[in-house]
C-alpha cells in the first residue's frame, strides 16, 4: 500500500478534479493520500471549503482514506505560523509548508517558520540547516523526500541529516498529473535512491502510520484489522 502525503488537484496547479485524483490513487494501490493544495493569502479560503467538502464526500464510503490538507506557499516567514493556525481552526487536518528547495526561489527562512509553526510536514526542505534538522527533531516536524523533479535534487541530504537525528520522513509524490502518481514499488523505490536502506523502510512505514493516527484516521487491512 501507498501513503502520499503531498498531491494536487485542479484548485491549484494539478490536472484532476479532487475525486479523479483520489480515485486514481486508489486504483495505484494507495491507502491514503493527502490533498494539498497551494495556499496562500488569496485562496486558502475557497481552497480550504472546498477540500473540506470533497474529502468529507469521498470518506463517506469505504476506500482510500483523503486527507483534506493544504501547502502553504511563497508566504512571507514570518506570517507562516499565523496561515498555520488559521487553517487548522478551519477544519484542514494535513498543513504541509512549501520549503525552501534549491530550483525556487522561495523566501529565505521559509523552512524556520514552518518548524516553529508547527507544520506536519515540510516539503522538499533543500539543504536545510543544521540548526534547523535539530529543531524539526526537537517539534517533531516530518521532512519529505520527494520523487517530483528538481525538488528531489536534495534529497540525500535531507536523508543522511534526518537519519542521524532520528527526525521522521514522509515519502511523498508531490503529484500533479496522473503521470506522477506511484506505485507501492516506485514508493519504495523513491526511499531505496535518497540513501534510505531497506532496514530503515519499516522506520518509515510505521512513522506514517503514527501521522495518519495524529491526523485522526484509521486505515484498515485487507485482513479486517485496523492500524
Same mark, same amino acid.
Given at each position: 500500500m501507498v501513503i502520499d502525503f503531498h498531491?494536487?488537484?485542479? /484548485? +491549484?496547479?494539478? %490536472?484532476l478534479l479532487i475525486s479523479e485524483l483520489v480515485r486514481r490513487a486508489e @486504483? =495505484?494501490? #494507495? *491507502?491514503?493520500?493527502? $490533498?494539498?493544495d497551494h495556499v496562500s493569502f488569496s485562496n486558502m479560503e475557497k481552497v480550504i %471549503? %472546498?477540500? /473540506? %467538502?470533497?474529502?468529507? *464526500?469521498i470518506n463517506n464510503r469505504k476506500g482510500v482514506v483523503a486527507i483534506p490538507g493544504m501547502e502553504i506557499t511563497y508566504v512571507p516567514p514570518p506570517e507562516i505560523p499565523e496561515m498555520?493556525?488559521? &487553517? *487548522?481552526? +478551519? &477544519?484542514i487536518k494535513l498543513v504541509v509548508v512549501h520549503g525552501e528547495t534549491i530550483i525556487e526561489p522561495v523566501p529565505p &527562512?521559509? =523552512?524556520r517558520q514552518a518548524i516553529l509553526g508547527g507544520a506536519d510536514i515540510l516539503a522538499h526542505p533543500g539543504l536545510l540547516s543544521e540548526e534547523d534538522f535539530q529543531l524539526a527533531k526537537a517539534k517533531g516536524i516530518f521532512l519529505e523526500i520527494s520523487s517530483r523533479k528538481g525538488h528531489c535534487l536534495t534529497n540525500g541530504h535531507v536523508a543522511t541529516k534526518a537519519i542521524k #537525528? &532520528? $527526525?521522521? /520522513?514522509? @515519502? =511523498? +509524490?508531490?503529484a500533479h498529473s496522473p503521470e506522477d502518481l506511484f506505485s507501492p514499488a516506485a514508493w519504495k523505490r523513491v526511499a531505496l535512491g535518497a540513501g534510505i536502506g531497506e532496514e *530503515?523502510?519499516?522506520?518509515? /512505514?510505521?512513522? =506514517?502510520?503514527?501521522l495518519i493516527r495524529k491526523l485522526g484516521y484509521k486505515l484498515e487491512e485487507t485482513n479486517g484489522t485496523t492500524i
Open positions: 498531491t494536487h488537484s485542479l /484548485l +491549484s496547479d494539478g %490536472e @486504483v =495505484n494501490g #494507495y *491507502r491514503a493520500i493527502g $490533498i494539498t %471549503e %472546498e477540500t /473540506l %467538502e470533497a474529502c468529507l *464526500r498555520i493556525s488559521q &487553517g *487548522r481552526k +478551519s &477544519g &527562512g521559509t =523552512n #537525528y &532520528g $527526525i521522521p /520522513l514522509s @515519502v =511523498n +509524490s508531490d *530503515r523502510w519499516g522506520d518509515i /512505514l510505521k512513522d =506514517n502510520f503514527d
